[in-house]
C-alpha cells in the first residue's frame, strides 16, 4: 500500500545518502559543514565575549582546527582524478578533436582548463599539507 511505497522512497533516499557518506567526497562535505558551522559560532562567540569567551568556544576552535587538518588529510592525492583526466585528454586527443559548435567547443576548452587549474591546486595543497 501507500506506506510500504512511502519507506522504499525513505529507504532510497537513505541508501543515497548512506552512499554517498561512504565517498571521500562524501566525508568531505560533511566535515566541511561541520566546520564552517563551529567556525561561523566561533564568530558569533567572539563579538559577544570580545575580552573573555567562554570554554565552548575555546573547544570548538579546537574542533575547528582539528576538522581542517583532517579534511586536508582527507584531500591528499585529489590531483590523481584531475591527472587520470589530463592524460585522457592526451591520449584521446581531445584537445585537437572539439566539437564543431563553437559553443560545445568552449565547453570542452574550459573543461580541460578547469582540469588543469584543479591540478595544480591540488598538487599544490599536497605540498602544503606535506611541507
Not at 566546520?35 to 574542533?63: D, M, T
Not at 588529510?73 to 587520470?84: C, D, I, P, Q
Not at 559553443?103 to 578547469?114: G, I, Q, V
Request: with cysteine; net charge positive.
Amino acid at each position: 500500500g501507500i506506506w510500504r511505497g512511502k519507506m522504499t522512497d525513505r529507504q532510497t533516499s537513505l541508501d543515497r545518502i548512506i552512499t554517498f557518506l561512504a565517498t571521500t567526497d562524501g566525508h568531505d562535505k560533511i566535515l566541511k559543514v561541520v566546520q564552517y558551522s563551529a567556525k561561523l559560532i566561533i564568530l558569533c562567540g567572539q563579538l559577544r565575549h570580545q575580552k573573555n569567551p567562554p570554554i565552548v568556544f575555546v573547544r570548538l576552535k579546537h574542533l575547528y582546527v582539528t576538522l581542517r587538518t583532517s579534511r586536508f588529510v582527507t584531500r591528499l592525492g585529489f590531483w590523481l582524478n584531475a591527472w587520470s583526466r589530463m592524460l585522457t585528454y592526451v591520449k584521446t586527443g581531445a584537445i585537437f578533436k572539439l566539437s564543431t559548435s563553437p559553443s560545445e567547443a568552449a565547453f570542452e576548452l574550459l573543461d580541460m582548463l578547469e582540469t588543469s587549474i584543479q591540478l595544480f591546486e591540488a598538487i599544490l595543497q599536497d605540498f602544503v599539507i606535506l611541507s
